[in-house]
C-alpha cells in the first residue's frame, strides 16, 4: 500500500515554486490560520502520482466489465458528461431568480413529463437524491394520503422475501410494520399468500418487477388488484427499471407510486455515493401529494411559454431536500433520453434482456440455475453444489473473477438461493467480452473441482486481497479501524 500523502513530503517541497514573500497572514483572515493542522509539504506531481495510482485501483465501468447484478452499472456515454458541464447548467446558482434560469427549468420540465409518459404515472417529482431517498419519499406519500381520508388503521407494509433491504427499512422509518411475502418455487411473489395478509390494516405493497431473482411478475395485475380491492396501495421499486424502459410501464400494471434510480436507468455515474437522484412518480390520485417545488409551465401573457418552480400544492408533503433537486445528475439523464428517443431506450431494454439470458445459457452447465424461466436483464444463480462437492464458496468464484479484472457479481442476495451470485451484463457490453466472463468462469469451477484450496487464497493481485470480514465488521461498529488519526 502506499503511504498516505500525511506520511509523505518534506518540509518545503510544496513551496519551491511558490513565491514565499511574506506570511500566511498577509492573504488571508488570521482567524483562519491554525497551527495544529498537520497538512503535508509535497510537490505537484507527487500529489498527481498518489490519486493516479490510487485511480489504477479502482474497479470502474470505465476500465473493467462489471456485472453487479441488481445495480446496473451500466456504461454513462461521455457526451452526458459534457452537456452536464456546460457553463449555463454547472453556473447555476440555485436560488437563482425563475427568470433567469428558464433553460433548465424547461429541461426539468421536460424530463418530468418524458418519465411521466414512459412509466404510466401522471406526475414526478425529480427532488429525492437517491433511490432510498425516492422510497422514503413515497412512504411519507403514502402516509399522508390515508390520513386525509381518515383511514388511521392503516399501518402495514407488505414486501416480498426477495425485496431489496431498502424497502422494508424505508416503511420502517415512516413507522409502518412490515410483513414478508415468500415466493413460490418458481421465483416469483406468492399470489395466494399475499392475498392471505391483505385486510384493511394494510397501506401500501411494496414491489419490484422484474423482481430481484431476475424473473418478470406474471401475476403483478392480480396483486395490484388484489391490494386495491383491499384498500392499499402498490409502490413500484424502479431499481430494476433498466429491463423495461419503453416495453410495458408500471402505471398499466396497476401501480400508484414508484421511484427511479437515475443512475441504474439513464446514465447518471453510479457509485462513489453520489450525488444521484431519486425521482418519485404518482398516479392520479397521489400526485397531489408529491414533494414540492416542482417545475410547471405556465402561460406568458400571450408571449409564450414560462417555466417556474411552484410550491403551490396544499396536499403536497413538503420539500424532502435542500433545493429543487440534485440538478446536474438530471441533465446527464435528459441528455442520455433525448439521444436515445424512445426507439433507442427500448433497444436497450431489449438488448440488457438479450445479454443476460445469453450470459445465463452459458454458464448453466457451471452453475446451477435455480430457475426454469428465461430472466430478464439480470439472473441468478447458486454455487451450492459447487460448495458440497468441493468446498469452495460463491464468495470465492467471487475472488478469482476479481484477479481477473472483472467486477464481482452480487452475492448471497437475495437470500432464498443458497451460494447466490447474481449476474447482469447491461446491454452495452459486447458478445466477446461476455464469452471472455464465462470463459474466466469456466476456469475458476475447473480451478475449484482440481485444486479447491488454492481458491481460499484468491484473489491475489488486487490492491487488497481477502480482510478479515468478522474484524472489520468489529472495528466499525466501534468507530475505530476506518478511519486515518494523524500518528494512527
Same mark, same amino acid.
Given at each position: 500500500?502506499?503511504s498516505?500523502?500525511?506520511?509523505q513530503?518534506?518540509?518545503g517541497r510544496g513551496?519551491?515554486?511558490v513565491?514565499?514573500a511574506?506570511t ?18 509535497l510537490a505537484?506531481?507527487?500529489v ?8 489504477h ?7 473493467n466489465?462489471?456485472p ?8 454513462n456515454?461521455k457526451?452526458?458528461?459534457?452537456v452536464s458541464?456546460f457553463?449555463?447548467?454547472a453556473?447555476l446558482?440555485p436560488l437563482?431568480?425563475?427568470?433567469c434560469?428558464?433553460g ?5 420540465w ?6 411521466s409518459?414512459?412509466f404510466?404515472m401522471?406526475?414526478f ?12 419519499t +413515497?412512504m ?6 390515508h390520513?386525509d381520508?381518515g383511514d388511521?388503521?392503516r399501518a402495514?407494509?407488505?414486501?416480498p422475501?426477495?425485496a431489496?433491504?431498502t424497502?422494508p427499512?424505508s ?7 412490515v ?12 399470489l +395466494?399468500?399475499?392475498?392471505?395478509v391483505?385486510d ?6 411494496m414491489m419490484?418487477n ?6 418478470f411478475?406474471?401475476d403483478?395485475?392480480?396483486m395490484?388488484?388484489a ?7 402498490m409502490?413500484y421499486?424502479g431499481a430494476?427499471?433498466?429491463a423495461?424502459v ?11 407510486l414508484?421511484h ?11 457509485g462513489g455515493g ?6 418519485v ?13 416542482r ?7 400571450g408571449k409564450g411559454?414560462?417555466?417556474a418552480l411552484?410550491?403551490?400544492?396544499p396536499?403536497?408533503?413538503?420539500p424532502?431536500r435542500v433545493f429543487?433537486?440534485?440538478f446536474? +445528475?438530471?441533465?446527464?439523464a435528459?441528455a442520455y433520453?433525448?439521444?436515445?428517443g424512445?426507439?433507442g431506450l ?6 440488457a ?8 445459457e452459458?454458464v448453466?452447465?457451471?452453475?446451477t440455475?435455480p430457475?426454469?424461466?428465461r430472466?430478464?436483464?439480470?439472473f441468478v444463480?447458486s454455487?451450492?453444489?459447487l460448495k ?5 464458496r ?5 475472488k478469482?473473477?476479481l484477479?481477473?479484472?472483472i ?7 437475495p437470500?432464498?438461493v ?12 459486447t458478445k ?7 470463459e474466466?468462469?469456466?476456469g ?5 473441482? +482440481?485444486d ?11 490492491a ?5 470480514e468478522?474484524?472489520?465488521g468489529?472495528l466499525?461498529n ?5 478511519r486515518w488519526?494523524p500518528?494512527?
Amino acid at each position: 500500500m502506499p503511504s498516505l500523502l500525511f506520511e509523505q513530503g518534506e518540509p518545503g517541497r510544496g513551496s519551491s515554486f511558490v513565491d514565499d514573500a511574506g506570511t500566511p497572514a498577509d492573504y488571508l483572515d488570521a482567524s483562519l490560520l491554525r497551527k495544529d493542522l498537520p497538512l503535508p509539504d509535497l510537490a505537484e506531481f507527487e500529489v498527481t502520482r498518489h490519486f493516479v495510482a490510487l485511480s489504477h485501483r479502482n474497479f470502474s465501468v470505465d476500465t473493467n466489465f462489471y456485472p453487479l447484478g441488481s445495480c446496473t452499472m451500466k456504461y454513462n456515454p461521455k457526451l452526458n458528461e459534457a452537456v452536464s458541464a456546460f457553463s449555463g447548467f454547472a453556473d447555476l446558482h440555485p436560488l437563482v431568480d425563475d427568470g433567469c434560469a428558464q433553460g433548465a427549468l424547461q429541461m426539468m420540465w421536460r424530463l418530468e413529463r418524458t418519465l411521466s409518459s414512459l412509466f404510466g404515472m401522471e406526475a414526478f417529482s425529480l427532488m429525492p437524491c437517491a433511490g432510498a431517498h425516492g422510497e422514503l419519499t +413515497a412512504m411519507l406519500m403514502a402516509k399522508k394520503y390515508h390520513r386525509d381520508r381518515g383511514d388511521h388503521k392503516r399501518a402495514t407494509c407488505i414486501v416480498p422475501d426477495t425485496a431489496h433491504g431498502t424497502n422494508p427499512a424505508s416503511a420502517a422509518m415512516v413507522g409502518y410494520k412490515v410483513v414478508s411475502v415468500p415466493s413460490t418455487p418458481h421465483g416469483r411473489t406468492d399470489l +395466494a399468500a399475499l392475498r392471505a395478509v391483505l385486510d384493511d390494516t394494510v397501506a401500501v405493497c411494496m414491489m419490484t418487477n422484474p423482481n430481484t431473482l431476475g424473473l418478470f411478475e406474471d401475476d403483478i395485475v392480480e396483486m395490484t388488484k388484489a391490494v386495491h380491492d383491499a384498500g392499499g396501495l402498490m409502490y413500484y421499486d424502479g431499481a430494476n427499471a433498466n429491463a423495461i424502459v419503453g416495453l410495458c410501464r408500471p402505471g398499466d400494471m396497476g401501480f400508484d407510486l414508484m421511484h427511479l434510480n437515475l443512475h441504474k436507468t439513464f446514465s447518471v455515474p453510479h457509485g462513489g455515493g453520489g450525488p444521484g437522484a431519486g425521482p418519485v412518480g404518482a398516479s392520479a390520485r397521489l400526485a397531489p401529494y408529491l414533494p414540492v417545488p416542482r417545475v410547471v409551465k405556465r402561460d406568458n401573457d400571450g408571449k409564450g411559454a414560462e417555466f417556474a418552480l411552484d410550491s403551490a400544492a396544499p396536499n403536497s408533503i413538503g420539500p424532502v431536500r435542500v433545493f429543487a433537486s440534485h440538478f446536474i +445528475a438530471l441533465v446527464r439523464a435528459y441528455a442520455y433520453i433525448a439521444v436515445h428517443g424512445l426507439d433507442g431506450l427500448r433497444r436497450n431494454s431489449q438488448l440488457a434482456v438479450l445479454n443476460a439470458n445469453y450470459v445465463r445459457e452459458r454458464v448453466k452447465d457451471l452453475l446451477t440455475l435455480p430457475y426454469a424461466d428465461r430472466c430478464r436483464h439480470e439472473f441468478v444463480c447458486s454455487a451450492e453444489e459447487l460448495k458440497k462437492s468441493t468446498g469452495v464458496r460463491a464468495l470465492d468464484i467471487a475472488k478469482g473473477l476479481l484477479d481477473a479484472g472483472i467486477h464481482a457479481p452480487t452475492m448471497y442476495w437475495p437470500h432464498v438461493v443458497p451460494e447466490c451470485l447474481m449476474i447482469e451484463p447491461t446491454e452495452t457490453e459486447t458478445k466477446e467480452t461476455l464469452d471472455e466472463f464465462v470463459e474466466v468462469l469456466r476456469g475458476l469451477v475447473s480451478q475449484a473441482h +482440481a485444486d479447491p484450496d488454492s481458491m481460499r487464497e484468491l484473489p491475489r493481485n488486487t490492491a487488497v486481497r481477502r480482510v478479515d470480514e468478522a474484524q472489520v465488521g468489529r472495528l466499525a461498529n466501534k468507530g475505530i479501524g476506518l478511519r486515518w488519526t494523524p500518528g494512527g
